[in-house]
């Protein structure tokens, strides 16, 4: 895989711009580039659906359940699990935001599962724009 990439220069530099996001290892960057060839084409929201991140209301009638997530590729958020896990040591941004969801008393899976959307959505934007990703000066 790592040859095929090394070969299609668009590939290449999709591939830079992904392992540049805190977390994201060459490993998770070819399997995203392999199950979500669109990345980098989608609005933020289109992204989420497609990996099967955005939040999806479950109602009838009288009953009011909660969101969940649901469709979408599995094989991408298999592929994003473990980099979420990462992301949320060495990523200050993924730091705040899961301890943002901790703190308002969300469980633990739903705050990685939010941090998850958020590195979808993050690489989308940063492939669109054909640029790395860079920590936020603070």
């Given amino acids: 895989m790592k040859a095929i990439v090394a070969s299609d220069p668009d590939l290449a530099d999709r591939l830079e711009i992904l392992i540049s996001i805190p977390g994201i290892s060459t490993t998770s960057a070819i399997a995203l580039l392999a199950d979500m060839p669109e990345l980098g084409a989608l609005t933020g ?17 009288q009953w ?16 994003l699990f473990m980099p979420t896990l990462c992301a ?16 308002a008393g969300k469980p633990r899976k739903v705050a ?4 998850m959307r958020k590195l979808v959505v993050l690489a989308n934007a940063l492939i669109r724009d054909g640029r790395k990703w860079r920590p936020d000066p603070a």
């Fill in 45 to 61: 929201k289109q992204a989420a659906v497609l990996a099967g991140l955005a939040p999806i209301w479950r109602q009838s009638g």
């Fill in 64 to 79: 009011q359940g909660h969101e969940r997530i649901q469709g979408g590729r599995p094989s991408i958020r298999q592929a």
């Fill in 88 to 103: 949320i040591q060495h990523n200050r941004a993924a730091r705040n935001k899961f301890d943002d969801l901790i703190r």
């Fill in 112 to 115: 990685v599962t939010a941090v």
